[in-house]
Each structure stands twice: as structure tokens, then as C-alpha cells.
């Protein structure tokens, strides 16, 4: 049943020929070469500007400075701010979208009259474009002119209006709130499509065996769309952690720097300030505590992925 | 199973999806309520909730004056160019990534996510030099590359995982019958993980198709896109309510509809038999 | 078959004679941004193109919120347009690049030269005392007020600080009516300059962190935090949010310029007027928002781009551009006849530039301007440090 099994039985029963050998090579050059070309050689450029003291607008300033603008880095401030938030930003949106995400997927995989629709709608929010999204939500946060407010004024959970975006305490949440609802609708498609892939007979056989719809999730859907579950979820920790054109919108990191994010400061820094060198060393930083991390979730989720 | 009655049905399936419909469309109402208010009246009294005050007033003017169905027509030949670019090529990798075992097999797959890892907004002026240089600054082409890859890392490894979710004694079974490697994966891989190549290929063509910042400097002046459209109405002094909003709801329009028509093929179960045997 | 041939060898010399046109012609790659969507710059162009043959002129609408970052990206990776409207924040890092033109002795040797407003060449001059810039549009800030709120409370228009802060707590109904909208977000620091930089403080060492300069900003916090005179949403209110809050009715005051008065007309009608910036310990300040052409000196056609740029900065296509974009134009034969906005806003404008004037010169100010100021306001009102925190923080950014 396990991949390694199998594939070893088709590798011991034969002599395994040249051709055969280079084939998995074969089929990844193409997606190599194009991610090689465009991303892969800017990346080493980048890695090397950040050991320079560069900044875009004195072009004939520009000077090696070794690790300093890291050293630098470690003693800002608005690093460790940042850094936090972008903890708090990924830990917070990517369970949430995930487990909205499951549940519209148990639903629209249910069979109902207007299923091809609902299924259809319910994406709306990810196929809008951010910076409508991030424009709408401004427009639904404002305090004085907004929807939010009056709902909660009308319906007495609030006393008065709390301006979401203004308040260093409720900032990062009400954006984060944006993002789950821009984001679960790509979990519900990917995990919809999972879900097609455990054979129906298994329910069948459970059901005849009296298991509750609870334990018939437990032991069959879940480990079911366990692969699928882990590499969306992986995949949307990166693309959460990275994507910050909805806050830059909706805050642009304030107030103060209650909802800075690090890929959110090395933009400012880079694009807007023109200090490529400390943009990138942020950027850089950045990918390597990223890239441990989802190094350690693969090694310890990547065995099921694999199964 | 037991046939479940309609009421049940109702209570536990319907009503359900309906209120997380609702969650995700309420927002969105508000901005086809925007679009439908004409712009003099969103400035003088805001968005009208009464049918009354409706009209088509700022899609004509979307459509008429600013070049909306030329820029959606460059959306959706790079959208669909990196679809078309990004599932070829992850299709193939995906497969090699589940069914062989290689030297170098999981650095590969790695670095593939690093490379997603990387904040995008550094890589631009590298890209720019990039593309400047190769002569395809402000072509379809600079666009699709720059957007795919984005996509093809996401893709390798989404389909990667729908691929090895496929029981590899059904390709092993093809190949026995006579089928080459190649063979057992159009014959065999294809269909069954359609489900999967299909939810990834909205994944690209959504991701494309909202992406704004390669387009606005790779692109931006021949090659200009609904998402750099959408952001000129954002002034310095102004926003254009009425235009952005009908801007919005037109441009997430071919996602869904393209979704609609292919969600039927999101339905699996077909081939189940198969893989019992 | 003869006939095909004739027709691919009529169509060869067509190409060959459109690839000589277009070789002989000259193309002017103009970047511009604009608030109005409908593109009215296509008719100047017309104009321009029919009054100059062999010239095509390319304009490209580049999104205002992206303007600048793109246009760093193509000038550093060479492919820089060849006449950009642009701020005067940017001209210090855009000389440091060495990316204009000077067009000094082009001006001097332009007929238009003798129409322009006075004072505006001087104004646009960069800190090496060359001319880079051509003038084309101008706004300055003011505060609007609600004629027919003031009048019921039996209050006149603020003329001192003092007064000001008198009126905005007399107009002050929380939560449905707040005195002031103060632009807490990004771009609010022309509101506070009035307050502040009146007040002597100095984008310069030294020059925010005198008592009078701390005084002067804790004073503004305090309209927010003790007074309450302004919306708790200020810490992230941009300019639509101010706006549209004055259009609700949310605020009574704020501080904006004549570009967003047909906008507020259109909603309030007479009840809103506007007078220059009140006096802060009898001294006025306010911005003077401009904006300018340039040519790039990356560019090949810098005779076509000059010829262009001058065409615009013309009487009568002066006054086109700036119905398009609702500004005021910097021809005196165009002010003469001002007919695009009310009187009350153009008195208001006018009256307001004795003492209109521009941030200081220097390669910090864009870096002020763009993200400094905002954070550290926002972390000011909302507490989280002090004002002479914020004042030293800022005063950083110019020590460099």
C-alpha cells in the first residue's frame, strides 16, 4: 500500500534502464527551467544587495557592508514588532480560513438542488481583486460611516462605535478577519476536490456498521484529505505570510506599527523608502525563519503527505 | 444509505450552506449596490439600498469611456496562458514527484517552495532588468513567466499530493497491460486526479488573474490589466466609487462563471469501482 | 497567383513605407496620473499631435498610489519614460539620480515663461538652483467649515488656533458630530504643518524638538485625546475617510484643498465654505500642494518631451488639464476667468498663499512624507508614545 513499497517492487522487478532513470528529470526540467529562470537567479541577486549598503536613489553611495544591515536589523525595533505580528497574522488566519474552509467543503460536497451555484458563489470572495476587497472592508470597518457599526449599535452589542482600524488593539484582528474571508474559499475548493478521492464504498461499509457521521469523519474523511489538508495548508501559510497588499490598503501598517508584517515592512523599506539593502536584508531574514519553519513541518507532516 | 427526508435535508445541508453563502456574498453586496448607484448620487448621498435609486449607469460608463473590455481581454489571455503554461508543466512535475524516487527529489521539492518564500516585491527590479534585457517588457509573455512562477510551485505540490492520493496499482496495472510510463499517465493519472488539476488550475487562474504588482511594472502601458485598470480609478484626491465597483464585480465575473462550468467536474466517485478492483 | 503576388508586394511597400514614417518620427513616452478615469488627456494629445506632425505622444495613466515606486523601478532599470508629471518631494532623490533634465534655458527661451504665476519657477527650483521642473497645476490647503453648523451655534470661521479649538468643541456632539476630521493616516502631515510647522517648528536638526515644536504637536494630540474634538478614527483616516465623514455631517471642520470642493459642493451645497488656515500664536502655515512636469535625461527625444510638456503648462490646454483633474492652473491668462470651482474656494486658495509653502528640499522629506509622519502620528494619538518621542523620532530622518 505504501509508496515506497510499490515503488520499490517496480524498481527490484526490472532492470531499471537508462532511460527510465533520467525520465522523473525529464518531466521536472520544464517546471524547473521556468521557476529557475524568473525567480531562482533574482533570488541569488537579492541575497547578494542585502550585503550592501544600497539605497536606490544614490546610486553612486552604494558600498559592501558585510552582515550590517542584519546586525542592524536585529537591533530595530520595528523588526521585532513586526515579527510578532507576522506570527500572530499567520497563526491566526491560516487555522481559521482552513476550518471555514472544511466545513463549506463537507457542505458543498453534500448533494442538494442548487449545489453547482452555491459552490459557485461561495468563491466570489477569493476571485475578487485585493485591493477591491481590502477598499470594501475599509469602507465596512469605518466607524463613522460604516456598515459594521450600525449592525452591532442596532442590535445592542455595542454601546459605541469602535474604529477597528484606527485602534492599535483591534487593528491586525479586523484585517486578519478580512483575509479569512477572502482565503476560505480556496481551502473550500482544495478541499472539495479531496474529498472526491476517498472512495465512497468506505462510508457505506461504515455506516453499515453503525458508526456515528462523527467517527465516519474522524476515521475516514480526515485521513482521507489529510494530504491535501497538509499542502493547502502549507502552501497558504506561505501565501498568508507573504501577501500584503490587503493590509497595505486597509492600514498601511498603522496605526503606529500595530499592523506591520515583515514582507509588509521590507515593501516600505524597499519600494517606498528605496533602501533596497535593508529591504532585502528584512526580506531575506524573513525567508529563512519562514523557510525553517515549513522545513520542520514538512519533516514532521511530509511521512503522511507521503503515505 | 437511508434516503433522508427533505425537511432533514433542509435543516442540515441547505440552510447551512445558505448562511455561509451569505457570509461570503454580503460584502460583495454592498459593492453591487455601489455599482448599481450612480456616481453623482454615491457623492451626494451614498449607496442607495432601494431599487429605486439603481441603474446601469456606471457599467456603461466603464464599458463606454475607460478601455475595461480591452484590459479584461489582457487579463484573461495571461490568466489562461499561465494556466495553460502552469498546468502543463506541474502536471508532469507532480507526476514525476509522486511516482519515482530520485536523487535530489525532496531538495527539488523544497526549493520549490523557497522560491515562494521570497517577499515578490524584491524580486521586481531584478525582473524588470530581466525582462528589459530579453526585449519582453510589456508583452503577454513577461507576464505569463513572472505569474507562473508563482503558480507552478503551488501547482507541482497541490497536484503532487492529489497524484499520490491516486493508488499506484492502478498505474502499475496500465503498464503491465502494455502502457508506457507516459501512457499509464494520460490513460490512467489524468482522469482520476482531474478533480485536483482542475481546483488547481482555478487556483492559478485566480492568482493570475488578480496579481497586480508584476503586472503594473512588467506590464502596464500596451499590455495593461483589469487589476491595473481597477487601480487608476484609486486617485490621489478621489476614488471612483461607482467605476471601481462595477470594475470589481465585472472582474471577478470570469473566475466564478468559469468555476460554474467546471465545478461538475469536481464530482468524483465515478471511477471508485475502479480503484476497489 | 498573380494577383496574390501583386497584393503581397503592395502590402510590402506599405510596411516598408510605415517603417520609414515611424523610423522619421519622433515618440514621447509621457507618464501622468490622474483622478479623473475618462481620460481626458486624449483630446490634448490630439491637439498636440495635429499641431505637431512626426511627433506621437504616448501617455500612460499610471495608478496614483503605485506612481512613484514605478517610476523608481523604470528609471533605475532603464526604461524610464521621457516626461513624467512629478512632485517637487521627489525632485532631491531624483536629482541624487541624476534623472532630470535641466530645462532652465528652455524656459527662459518659452513664450509661456511670462504667463506662468509669479513666484512659481522660483518655488520649483531644486536645492542645486537648477530648473528641472515646469509648473502645471496647483492646489493649497485650507479649512472648510459648515456655514450653516457655525451660524446656528453663533460662531464665525476660526481665525486663530485658539479659536479653533473653541469652535471645534462648541461643534462637538459626540458621537454623531466631532469639531474637526484630522487626516491621521498617510498624507495628513500637510494638516498638521498647519498646527505645527506654524508654530516654527523645522523639518531640520534641532528644528522639531524645541519646547515650542513639542508644545505645538502635543496640542494637536490633545484635540484628539483630551478634547475629543476629532473622530476616534483619525489614526487611520485617509482622505476619502475625512471627506466622506465632513459629507455625512460626522465633522464640522477639515482641512483639504479646492480639488475635493465641487465633490463637497455637490453634497452640502451652501453649507459649506471654506477660509484660509487658521493662526497658530499669530503665525500661518499651510502646504502648498504642487504639482509639475519634467523630462528625463535618460530620454531621446528630450526636444519632442519638451515641446510637450511646455504645450500643457499653456494657457488654454493649462486650463483643459486642469478641468480634467480639477486643480488650479499656473497661467495668469487661465486665473483671470477661474470658472471651474465657487468663488468662496478660490478666495480661500488665494488668500492662502502669502504664506503657502513647501517642505524643505531634502532626500528625507519623501520618506516624511510617504511613511514616517503617519506612523509616528499614529502611535502619538493613539498613546503609545509621547509627543517629544514622536518629534525626536522624526527629527532622525533629517539628521542623515
Redesign the interface.
Known sequence: MS??A??MT?NSRYPVPWQ??I???V??A???L??LV??????V??VI?SLYDLI????NASRFVGFGNYIKLFADPVFWVALGNTALWIGLTVPLQMG?GL??AL??N?E?P?R?????????????????IA???R??Y????G?LNDILLNLSIIQ??I?W????KT?LYAVIATLV?QGF??FA??I??????????Q??AA?IDGASAWRQFRHITLPGIG??L???G??RV??V??S??VIFVM????????TYT??LY???R?????D?GY??AI??T??VL??SI??IY?LRTMRE??R | MNKPSVLRRILTTDLPVLLIVLLALGPFAWLVLTSLTPSAQIAQSGVSVSPSGWGVDNYVRLLRQTSFVANMGHSLIVALGTVVLGLTVSVTAAYAFSRFRFAGRRLIMLQFLLVNMFPVVLLILPLFILMRRLGLLDTHLSLILANATVAIPFAVWMLTSYVGAIPKSLDEAAMIDGCSRLMALRRVVLPLAMPGIISTGIYIFITAWNEYLYALTLGGRTVRTVTVAIQTLIGEYQIEWGLLAAGGVVGALPATLLFLIVQRRLIGGLTQGAVKG | MKRLMKTIGATCALLAGLAIGTASAETVRFWYHFDNPENPMSDLVKKFEAANPGITIKAENVPWNSYYDNLYTSIVGGDAPDAAMVKLFAQPRLIEMGALEPIGQRIDAWAGKADLLDHLIDLNKGSDGKQYYLPIQYVVLYLYYRDDLLKTAGLTPPKTCEDFRTVAKALTKAPETYGFGLRGGKGGWDQWGAFVLSQGAKLETGGLTTPQAVAANQWVIDLFQKDKVIPPSAPNDGFQEIIAAFKAGKTAMTIHHIGSSNDLVKALGDKVSAVPVPACNGKSWTSYGDESLAVFSSSKAKDAAWKWIAFLAEGENNVAFNKATGQMTVTKSGSKDWKLHERRFVDATVNSLPFAAVLPQSTATAEFVNTAWQTAMQQALTGQITSEQMMKQLEALFKQ
Do not use: C
Not at chain 1, 492600514?251 to 500595530?258: H, I
Open positions: 509508496a515506497h510499490s515503488t517496480l527510465r532513470r525520465l522523473p528529470y518531466l521536472l520544464p517546471a524547473i521556468v521557476v524568473v525567480v531562482f537567479v533574482p533570488m541577486e537579492a544587495t536606490l536613489w544614490k546610486p471555514l466545513l463549506t457542505l458543498l453534500r442538494f442548487w453547482g451555484l452555491a459552490r459557485a458563489l461561495v468563491i466570489i470572495p477569493w476571485a475578487l481583486s485585493s485591493v477591491v477598499l470594501m472592508w469602507w465596512i469605518d466607524p463613522n460611516t456598515v459605541s462605535g474604529p482600524l484606527a485602534d492599535p487593528a474571508w474559499p480556496f475548493v482544495m472539495l476536490a479531496g474529498l472526491q478521492g476517498i472512495p465512497r464504498s462510508y457505506e455506516s494530504p491535501v497538509a499542502t493547502a502549507l502552501l506561505i501565501w505570510a507573504n500584503m497588499d492600514t498601511g501598517g498603522g496605526p503606529g506599527y500595530a515583515l514582507p521590507a515593501f516600505i524597499a519600494r517606498q523608502n528605496l533596497f529591504g532585502t526580506a531575506v524573513f525567508t519562514l523557510g515549513v522545513a514538512i503527505v507521503e
